[in-house]
């Protein structure tokens, strides 16, 4: 049984705009793999919160953040525009488990409804949300969200300043972030945002000049269905990574790229390893309270052969700096880029892999992770690592997709790959040697990559 209980909004800024680079990214993609994609999830709801407490809280997220209000206009143009809407209702569903029924089980059912209902851009607004009532007590919240709204950055922001709201007005205890999506369009067609998105071009064309061609080559057991999807979950790895950090001072984003990049060589047999790797930009101060979207993949290259895993992360976050710093961009003047540059060198380049380190939790709080492990907590915990097939479909994934997804106390990864051009052995074999790369370097700073300087660029 559900009960709809319609929530009214009203909110500062409304208007009709083009895309911000970040939503046209996820455009371009929802275009491409022919989904909504829809994020968010479910959890419990915080101790003796009502049904007035999430009617509220629904109220206080429409009211404060534009993205929320924001729906889409097709008027011909080759992209949708963005219309936001100053009032509105939305509706917040209370679904109540019988007496019998776990409410965690009731609260995944809802969530994969939500995630399953197509989504109608143009009518819709861009949140679903409900919550679990069991005997009479509120017990998970369910908060799925279209992409274009915002990020899991902006998810943590969402329920920041609703924690942080004046107890007894209800207010927020700060302004609205200023850079709206609304007013990133303007700034990006500005003589500064055109020099920004130029720089950033110059730096994805400079790396594809030098890069090797191929990743992968053509696969040696093309499956059907086609794309497969599995988790990764490795405890050893998420202490080996402490143990790294612990020994070398590194934050935890580098240490895991550097971790994927030394497996990636190792696995493709091209060095240097490049991919597209997923920056959420939120470091830049403009963006960084905002709820929207703003990753963007920025083409990442590093030389990791003949080098202990030391040098491999020294040359790493070298070579993110400049990657990070080049990931703000229109997409429509990076459009194209392996076909132009592959024209270029008179052979195709195929990238084709991306990476997205999830774990916000983690990077924010890794300084605070406790006292590093011992080698025997290491080695013990390799006992506990599981791999797991989970989707196997024929609607479209990437070449090569890795998540490093933001569980705690592990190294959580989905994998999703074309068969057709990653065999399943060496998807799996990637996952084990990310595994492998952490643990022989955790308490050995010369461990060597086991990466050759010899690039194999055609055919490879």
Known sequence: ??????????????????????????????????????????????????????????????????????????????????????????????????????????????????????????????????????RGVLTHQVLVMCHLATDAGGGLVMFREWQERDPVTGEAATPPAAMQPLAQVRWQQSPAGRRQSRAAVRYAEEVARQMPARRFGDSDDPRQPRYRQLGFTSPATHLALRAIRARTGADPSPVMLTVFAIALARVSGTNPAVAHVLVNNRFRPELADVVAPHSEAALFMVDVADAGFDEALARTRRRTMAAYKNAYYDPHDNGGLEERIGRERGEELLIGCFYNDRRLRELQDGARSGPPPTPEQVRAARDLTALRLEVEQDEPFERLFIHVNDVPDTVDITAQADTHHIAPA??????????EVAVAAAFDGQAPTGVRSVTLTRGA
């Open 426 to 435: 060496r998807l799996e074999r990637l996952l084990r040697e990310i595994e």
């Open 1 to 134: 049984m559900a009960e709809q209980i319609v929530v009214r909004f009203r909110g500062d800024g409304s208007g009709v705009g083009e895309l911000s680079w970040g939503q046209l990214t996820l455009w371009e993609a929802m275009d491409r793999l022919g989904t909504w994609l829809p994020i968010g999830g479910t959890g419990p709801v915080p101790d003796g919160a009502t049904v007035d407490t999430m009617v509220e809280q629904l109220r206080f997220w429409m009211n404060r953040h534009q993205t929320l209000r924001t729906r889409l206009r097709f008027d011909g143009r080759p992209e949708p525009l963005q219309v936001v809407s100053a009032e509105g209702e939305i509706v917040l569903e209370v679904v109540d488990a019988a007496d019998h029924e776990d409410p965690a089980e009731v609260a995944a059912r809802v969530e994969q409804r939500y995630r399953e209902t197509d989504y109608d851009f143009v009518n819709d607004w861009p949140l679903r949300t409900a919550v679990v009532r069991h």
